[in-house]
């Protein structure tokens, strides 16, 4: 049993124990606390934080239940904290956790994960937590399951959050959106995140791209508006039909759709036919060649239909894995010289080109790259800007292959465009809160649940070796 505290007003009190001491300090101190953060095993001993706390503006409250041990999880309910003398609490993060007594209000940030499902009689209870909190500007939430035939939720009139920068919702069949959304009215340019969907039957196709969407019958701000969309293709552990991520914006944010490699092979045509529905000017495309299997079929057709199509986009980002992808993509965005009449150069307005990949990924494709910028040049689509972002997941060639291999990448196209080998591309991320971004073990099904990532931040994985990354400025 250990407890780590710290008694600066400004800096916050952590408890990691539950020994009855500990709680009667917290009491003590009660006046000054900031944040509190307690992780348990035991919701009984949450009773002995009674009292006033004045200033606690955060409080984390993580339950591991010992499932192996016959734990049951209906009935793990917070007991009634500090009796309700939290006047300026704003975030809230329940880990583990059904249901509380607390009449949590004005929150700006919200986190609910009760690891497994909820009960039936939950919306009700996360709707009066939403209600009573307009300026919400985070929420992040498994989704609850509808209400039961006969439950009386009303709807006539939805829940307005016009603050609302993020939304991450999980774990709710594609089928059907998210319960939650038919309640909530979701301002325009809100970034939102579906997270570890699945799909009771399998998908033939891309068919539900546009389905993973609110319906008609939630108050969402025009999607039509998206200027930015991030497309990663990317197998899912969750599922046996896995639809991994969808996080969509506003004009001012980002739309990012992550989408398993099912997509390859059965409705890749199909998803990428969808992005010409949007006046797209930004967009980034990744991949992890990995998890995947090969893919017999070229994409080079679905690639050039949609660039077709994006007559607005002013920036592509490539993060390939995939030779055959990556190659796809470069080939996509010029026609043939010898076609008679020339074909209408793909993306007319494109002049910024990143690129990030393994160093002999790069290496092999740069003669096509550089007969594809030649190409448009000599059409008068200039390409203005060319990024590359080399990494080896070998660390001898850390100091041989990689500084080689970035030097005649630059040399390769130096005079042809503004061409610069980077670190790291830079990105205007929008930042989750710090608390968000921990781990969350599954002890039941021993895998780990990640909330979802938004540029810059990273998320770290045991399964990936960890990318050596080379720097130059050329």
């Given at each position: 049993m250990s407890s780590q505290t710290n008694r600066s007003k400004s800096r916050p009190l952590e408890i990691y124990t539950r020994t009855d001491g500990v709680y009667k300090f917290v009491q003590a101190h009660s006046h000054h606390l900031r944040r509190l953060q307690i992780d348990c095993d035991s919701l009984d001993t949450l009773s002995n934080l009674t009292g006033s706390y004045p200033h606690l503006?955060?409080?984390?409250?993580?339950?591991?239940?010992?499932?192996?041990?016959?734990?049951?999880?209906?009935?793990?309910?917070?007991?009634l904290l500090f009796l309700d003398q939290i006047p300026h609490l704003c975030r809230l993060i329940l880990r583990g956790i059904y249901s509380?007594?607390?009449?949590?209000k004005n929150l700006t940030q919200l986190l609910l994960d009760p690891k497994l499902k909820w009960p039936v009689d939950s919306l009700p209870r996360i709707l009066d937590v939403l209600r009573s909190s307009p300026t919400l500007e985070v929420l992040i939430l498994k989704d609850p399951e509808e209400p039961e035939r006969g439950t009386f939720v009303d709807i006539t009139n939805k829940i307005e959050l016009p603050h609302l920068k993020r939304l991450s919702l999980s774990d709710f069949d594609v089928s059907n959106s998210p319960a939650i959304t038919k309640f909530i009215s979701i301002p325009r340019g809100c970034c939102m995140s579906y997270v570890a969907l699945f799909a009771s039957i399998p998908l033939a196709s891309a068919t539900n791209?546009?389905?993973?969407?609110?319906?008609?019958?939630?108050?969402?701000?025009?999607?039509?508006?998206?200027?930015?969309?991030?497309?990663?293709?990317?197998?899912?552990?969750?599922?046996?039909?896995?639809l991994d991520t969808v996080n969509v914006s506003g004009p001012s944010g980002a739309f990012h759709c992550d989408l398993p490699y099912l997509y390859r092979t059965t409705g890749f045509d199909e998803a990428m036919s969808h992005l010409?529905?949007?006046?797209?000017?930004?967009?980034?495309?990744?991949?992890?060649?990995?998890?995947?299997?090969?893919?017999?079929?070229?994409?080079?057709?679905?690639f050039r239909k949609a660039f077709a199509g994006l007559s607005s986009l002013e920036k592509l980002v490539l993060e390939m894995e995939a030779d055959d992808l990556l190659l796809d993509a470069i080939?996509?965005?010029?026609?043939?010289?010898?076609?008679?009449?020339?074909?209408?150069?793909?993306?007319?307005?494109?002049?910024?080109?990143?690129?990030?990949?393994?160093?002999?990924?790069?290496?092999?494709?740069?003669?096509s790259l550089l007969s594809c910028i030649k190409n448009r040049h000599t059409r008068g689509h200039v390409i203005h800007e060319l990024r590359f972002q080399l990494y080896t997941l070998k660390p001898d060639d850390l100091n041989s292959l990689l500084p080689n291999a970035a030097k005649e990448l630059v040399d390769t196209f130096r005079g042809v465009v503004e061409v610069v080998h980077v670190g790291r591309l830079p990105t205007d991320g929008i930042p989750l809160p710090p608390s968000t971004q921990s781990i969350f073990h599954y002890p039941i099904e021993n895998d780990d649940i990640w909330w979802p990532e938004w540029r810059p931040w990273k998320r770290p994985s045991k399964k990936r070796p960890q990318k050596a990354m080379y720097y130059i400025n050329g």
């Open positions: 503006e955060e409080l984390v409250i993580s339950y591991y239940l010992d499932y192996e041990d016959g734990g049951e999880e209906q009935d793990l309910a917070v007991p509380w007594f607390d009449s949590f791209f546009k389905a993973l969407f609110p319906g008609d019958n939630a108050s969402v701000g025009p999607l039509q508006n998206i200027k930015s969309l991030e497309l990663r293709f990317d197998p899912s552990y969750s599922a046996e039909y896995p010409i529905q949007f006046p797209l000017e930004e967009l980034w495309m990744s991949d992890n060649a990995r998890y995947s299997p090969s893919v017999a079929q070229s994409s080079r057709p679905a080939g996509a965005l010029y026609p043939s010289l010898h076609l008679d009449p020339l074909p209408i150069i793909p993306s007319p307005r494109l002049h910024r080109l990143w690129i990030t990949g393994q160093a002999e990924l790069l290496y092999q494709v740069r003669e």
